[in-house]
C-alpha cells in the first residue's frame, strides 16, 4: 500500500476526470494519513521525509541553511556536483534535491515586508497576503510583486507577522498532526485582522487553504473557525479576476509578447482554475497567449513529488517542458513554485534558456511599466 500510494502523484486529475464526481483527493488524503500511521518505512526514507517536513513547513529553520547554500553556490560548486553524477549514484534522493535548488540571493535573507500596506487610491478592499515557507524565502519577489498589484489595484494589505505554513506539505504527505497544528496557527494569525480575503500566490498552497474545513472537521473548537477561513482563501489570480483589473497596464515589450501558461495541477485540478489566468495575461497589451498540448500534464512537481520519485517526476518533467516550448513561446508563466522549480530543471537539462516568471509578476510589471529584455 505504501509503495502504492507513495508513486501518486497526488495532482488530483483523478478528481477533474470522474464521471461520477467522486471526491478522490479526500481519499487520497485519508489513506495516506492512514499509511504514515501503519506502515513501516525504510531507514533511508525515513531520514529524508523527517529532514523534508522537519525543515520546510518552518522558514526560520530553513533561513539559516540558505547560507550555506548561498556560499555553495557562489563557489560554483552545482556544476562539479551534477558534472560527477557521485551525489546522483550515492543519495538519488538527495541529488533530486539539489537539482531544483533555486538561486540563492540576498532577498532571501530579507523579511522585509510590513505588516500593513496602504492601498493606492481608493481603497476597495482590506486583504490579508499569506507569504509560503519556500515562497517567502526563495521567491520573494513574487510575494513583494503580489502586493504591489494589490495596492495598486485599491487593496489595502495584511500580512500578519505570526503566519507559519498552509500545512499543505504535511497534508499532503500523512502527516495529519503536524497539518492540523499548522492550519490552527493560520486561523489564529488571520482571526482579529477584519480581512475581506485571504489572498495566496501558490496554487498547492491555495488548496490545503481552502481544505480547512476538511482538515480540522473533526476540532469542536476549530471547525466553524475553519470552514469561514477557507471561504475567504482566493487564489491572487482568482481573486483579481474577480475584482477587476483597474490600474492601467502597459505592454510588456516592444511588439507582440508570446506567453504560455503552465497550468498547476492544484490550481487546475484542485481549484478548478483555469482561465482567471488565462483572462489576466490577456488585458496585459501585446500579449499572445499560446496553448500547450496536454496542458493538464503534471510537470512531476507534485509537492515533493521530485524529491521523493526523482525518476518518475524527471520523465514528466522532461515532457511538460518539450511540449511548452513547441509552442514557440517566449515566455512560461507558471503560478506554483514546485512547477516553476521543476521547469526550470529541465530546461536547464535541455539547454533551453527560456524565461518564466509567475503571472503576478508580468501584472507588476505591466502595472509599473517595467520593460522586459528580450533573449
Do not use: W
Not at 492512514?34 to 523534508?52: A, G, K, M, P, W
Not at 501558490?202 to 487553504?209: D, K, R
Not at 513554485?337 to 507588476?364: A, F, N, R, Y
Request: hydrophobic share 40%; proline share 6%.
Amino acid at each position: 500500500t505504501s509503495q502504492h500510494f507513495d508513486t501518486c502523484l497526488g495532482c488530483l486529475a483523478c478528481v477533474t476526470t470522474c464521471p461520477s464526481g467522486v471526491q478522490y483527493d479526500k481519499l487520497i488524503s485519508a489513506t495516506r494519513h492512514q499509511v504514515t500511521r501503519n506502515q513501516e518505512r525504510t531507514f533511508s526514507d525515513n531520514v529524508i521525509r523527517t529532514l523534508i517536513f522537519n525543515l520546510f513547513p518552518y522558514p526560520h529553520r530553513l533561513r539559516p541553511l540558505l547560507v550555506p547554500l548561498f556560499i555553495y553556490q557562489k563557489l560554483g560548486l552545482p556544476k562539479l556536483v551534477r558534472k560527477t553524477g557521485l551525489l546522483k549514484k550515492v543519495f538519488p534522493r538527495l541529488a533530486a534535491m539539489e537539482s531544483i535548488l533555486p538561486k540563492v540571493t540576498v532577498d532571501s535573507f530579507r523579511d522585509n515586508l510590513p505588516e500593513v500596506i496602504p492601498a493606492q487610491g481608493e481603497k476597495r478592499y482590506r486583504v490579508g497576503v499569506i507569504l509560503g515557507c519556500v515562497q517567502r524565502l526563495l521567491f520573494s519577489p513574487v510575494n513583494e510583486a503580489t502586493v504591489r498589484v494589490l495596492t495598486a489595484n485599491g487593496c489595502e494589505v495584511v500580512i500578519p507577522k505570526s503566519q507559519g505554513c498552509c500545512a499543505a506539505l504535511p497534508e499532503h504527505q500523512g502527516q495529519a498532526e503536524q497539518a492540523k497544528a499548522l492550519a490552527r496557527q493560520m486561523i489564529d494569525s488571520f482571526e482579529n485582522t477584519g480581512v475581506d480575503f485571504v489572498i495566496i500566490n501558490a496554487a498547492g498552497c491555495g488548496h490545503t487553504l481552502k481544505e480547512y474545513g476538511h482538515i480540522l472537521a473533526d476540532d469542536p473548537d476549530y471547525r466553524e473557525k475553519a470552514e469561514k477561513f477557507a471561504a475567504n482563501v482566493k487564489d491572487v489570480q482568482e481573486f483579481l479576476a474577480s475584482a477587476g483589473i483597474t490600474a492601467k497596464l502597459n505592454p510588456l515589450i516592444e511588439g507582440d509578447l508570446t506567453i504560455v501558461y503552465q497550468d498547476a495541477c492544484h490550481l487546475l485540478h484542485g481549484q478548478k482554475i483555469s482561465l482567471q489566468p488565462r483572462q489576466l495575461l490577456q488585458q496585459i497589451p501585446g500579449v499572445k497567449l499560446k496553448e500547450p498540448v496536454d496542458a493538464a500534464l503534471c510537470c512531476g512537481s507534485a509537492g515533493v513529488y521530485n524529491m521523493l520519485q526523482p525518476e518518475i517526476a524527471d520523465e514528466l518533467g522532461v515532457q511538460k517542458v518539450e511540449n511548452l516550448l513547441n509552442t514557440g513561446a517566449e515566455l512560461i508563466a507558471s503560478s506554483n513554485p514546485g512547477c516553476s522549480l521543476q521547469i526550470k530543471k529541465h530546461l536547464e537539462l535541455q539547454g533551453k534558456t527560456v524565461t518564466l516568471m509567475h503571472p503576478i509578476e508580468l501584472l507588476d510589471y505591466s502595472i509599473r511599466g517595467v520593460k522586459l529584455l528580450r533573449k
